[in-house]
């Protein structure tokens, strides 16, 4: 069963790959930000909420985000046999401590860490492009910002405790994702 998150800077193409991945591997794809922009188009109350931090380019706090995950997890019922793969979470080390609690209940002991990484010339020339509504160079300013002082540590944080591949997030998407598969020797 694989148990895998996909880390790295905005604009890398986490979610990309993991759709790829998770399409290959038959896996469950959980991305925060994807639930988070549904909440949004339904016009929730907390996605309402979400979509304003968004465009901001800011986080949406811990405690929502771990709920949504830790419900979904703990749920089960939409994770394959064959695992999943997280996109978008954990983003801060609160949200990594907590994920390793939720982790414990479920007995899952052996995930693996898929660290894509670009430099931030090219990953602001991709989000200019991309469109998105949060894709404006104030918000991008400041993920990346935000991504250095609370997102990094996070990868510290995991340096210890689980494996970490390091994938090269620029060229051709098909490539990455070979590379991908092949570290994950599948
Ligand atoms: P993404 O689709 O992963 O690029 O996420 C888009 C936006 O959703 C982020 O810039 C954050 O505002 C919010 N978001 C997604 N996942 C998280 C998370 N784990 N913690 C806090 N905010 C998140």
Request: charge should be negative.
């Amino acid at each position: 069963m694989h148990q895998l998150l996909i880390f790295g800077p905005p604009g890398v193409g986490k979610g990309t790959q993991a759709q790829l991945i998770s399409e290959k591997l038959n896996l469950f794809h959980l991305s925060t930000g994807e639930v988070l922009r549904a909440s949004a188009e339904k016009g929730t109350e907390l996605g309402l909420k979400a979509k304003e931090l968004m465009d901001r380019g800011e986080l949406v706090p811990d405690d929502i985000m771990i709920g949504i995950v830790g419900e979904t997890l703990l749920n089960g019922s939409k994770t394959t046999s064959n695992g999943f793969i997280l996109d978008g979470f954990p983003r801060t080390v609160d949200q990594a401590k907590a994920l390793n609690d939720i982790f414990r209940e479920l007995n899952y002991a052996n995930f693996k860490v898929i660290y894509l990484d670009a430099n931030e010339d090219e990953l602001l020339r991709r989000l200019l492009k991309r469109g998105r509504s949060d894709d404006n160079e104030q918000s991008i300013r400041k993920r990346f910002k935000l991504y250095k002082e609370l997102t990094s540590p996070v990868l510290e944080f995991y340096d210890n405790i689980s494996d970490i591949i390091k994938i090269d997030g620029l060229g051709e998407i098909n490539e990455i994702s070979k590379n991908i598969l092949l570290k994950l020797e599948v």
